[in-house]
């Protein structure tokens, strides 16, 4: 199977930044479309964006510019940059891997572990 193994959280202050990373085990990592998604205390998990295999990109509007994803398949890491931060994108952010970009949670067959982002004022 996959294995995921996110890092990058962390506690941040509103307006600043954090970029997060997730490893992929196997070396068939540049077939697959890569998701991010974030989850509250309590709340459902949601999608934040997703990149296809091929490069292609997709956000959600609560994140669109002011988060990027992007992939480096030699180093089998997809990567999550948050740029000015809001209190309200606190959550635990989860990577995950799919034959397909979308963005439907349940098209993703692999999970990280989740770390956490704290927006603080």
């Known amino acids: 199977q996959v294995q995921l193994v996110e890092s990058g959280g962390g506690l941040v202050q509103a307006g600043g930044s954090l970029r997060l990373s997730c490893v992929a085990s196997g070396r068939t990592f540049s077939s697959y479309a890569m998701g991010w998604f974030r989850q509250a205390p309590g709340k459902e998990r949601e999608f934040v964006t997703t990149?296809?295999?091929?490069?292609?990109?997709y956000y959600a509007d609560s994140v669109k510019g002011r988060f990027t994803i992007s992939r480096d398949n030699a180093k089998n890491t997809v990567y999550l940059q948050m740029n000015s931060l809001k209190l309200e994108d606190t959550a635990v952010y989860y990577c995950?891997?799919?034959?397909?970009?979308?963005?439907?949670?349940?098209?993703?067959?692999?999970w990280g572990q989740g770390t956490q982002v704290t927006v603080s004022s």
């Open positions: 995950a891997a799919g034959r397909t970009a979308t963005v439907i949670i349940e098209r993703y067959s692999y």
């Open positions: 990149i296809s295999s091929g490069g292609s990109t």
